[in-house]
């Protein structure tokens, strides 16, 4: 069984910094790609930003500039640097990892952390 483990996520003002980290339980799990993405109420989750085993990267153009995806393949941890932060980017944001834990390549999610934007 792998378990996404997420932190970071909290409240913070208008123009102010985040980390989100999210690492795999697992050791033996072979990782392709891993992604953040968010949801607010009444909305699709939407891909925020993703990164590939060799390191190409894909981000929403709301979050261009301003968010940094990076991820330590040894860790098997995935991060998302969020800075100029805007009220609109208040939403739930879940790690996804698309990898294979034996049984053949396929998502999976974390649980989500809330990040909250506001004055």
């Known amino acids: 069984q792998v378990q996404l483990v997420e932190s970071g996520g909290g409240l913070v003002q208008p123009g102010g910094s985040l980390r989100l980290s999210c690492a795999a339980s697992r050791s033996s799990f072979s990782i392709a790609a891993m992604g953040w993405y968010r949801q607010t109420p009444g909305n699709q989750r939407e891909l925020v930003a993703r990164i590939t085993s060799g390191g190409a990267t894909d981000y929403a153009d709301s979050v261009k500039g301003r968010f940094t995806i990076s991820r330590d393949n040894a860790e098997k941890a995935v991060y998302l640097q969020m800075n100029s932060l805007k009220p609109e980017d208040t939403a739930v944001y879940y790690c996804?990892?698309?990898?294979?834990?034996?049984?053949?390549?396929?998502?999976?999610w974390g649980r989500g952390t809330r990040v909250t934007v506001s004055s």
């Open positions: 996804n990892v698309y990898g294979n834990s034996g049984l053949g390549y396929r998502d999976y």
